[in-house]
């Protein structure tokens, strides 16, 4: 659900640390990508993997192995998902009809993206609301933008355009 680097790993790290309001959507993608390699490796038997897979995420040993590797490639400090901070100007692309979401244009979050400056402005960001297959009511926010100056969240908001973004069923 989150297009920017500050966002996307505060959603990777959300995962690792098990935290309540984490994207289980995104967690469980991650458990059945795990748990098919490790069944196709041998690392457990056919239809065990996923177990295997929770085991390691809830136990903390993938947080431990992430910072692991973190460190290994630079970072010089551990810190929790609460420690990455998004920019502080908003914007929300709100639904003007009742639906559900069939598609998201990625093309067009990209542009928004790189309208609000990324990657190299690592606070800005988009969170996406609705995704699709869930349903949405008119008022309802389908998107957040995320920008640090008010002529980025300009740029960013003259991207949001929801029949370019969205589509309805």
């Known amino acids: 659900r989150s297009v920017g680097p500050n966002l996307e790993i505060q959603e990777a790290l959300k995962i690792?640390?098990?935290k309540e309001d984490?994207?289980?959507e995104l967690e469980d993608v991650v458990l059945t990508m795990?748990?098919?390699l490790f069944e196709m490796t041998g690392v457990t038997a056919k239809g065990e993997g996923k177990k295997f897979a929770r085991e390691i995420l809830s136990s903390g040993r993938?947080?431990?192995k992430f910072w692991s590797i973190a460190f290994a490639q630079g970072a010089v400090k551990r810190q929790e998902s609460s420690d990455i901070k998004s920019a502080t100007l908003t914007k929300d692309l709100l639904s003007d009809r009742d639906g559900v979401v069939k598609m998201i244009?990625?093309?067009q979050l990209v542009s928004i993206a790189r309208a609000l400056g990324n990657p190299k402005i690592k606070e800005a960001g988009i969170y996406i609301n609705k995704m699709p297959g869930e349903q949405v009511k008119k008022g309802e926010k389908l998107l957040t933008i995320y920008a640090t100056t008010d002529s980025r969240l300009q740029k960013g908001t003259g991207f949001l355009d929801i029949d370019k973004i969205f589509k309805f069923s």
């Open 62 to 64: 993938a947080l431990d």
């Open 105 to 107: 244009n990625n093309i």
């Open 22 to 24: 984490r994207c289980l």
């Open 16 to 18: 690792l640390e098990q």
């Open 34 to 36: 795990a748990s098919k």
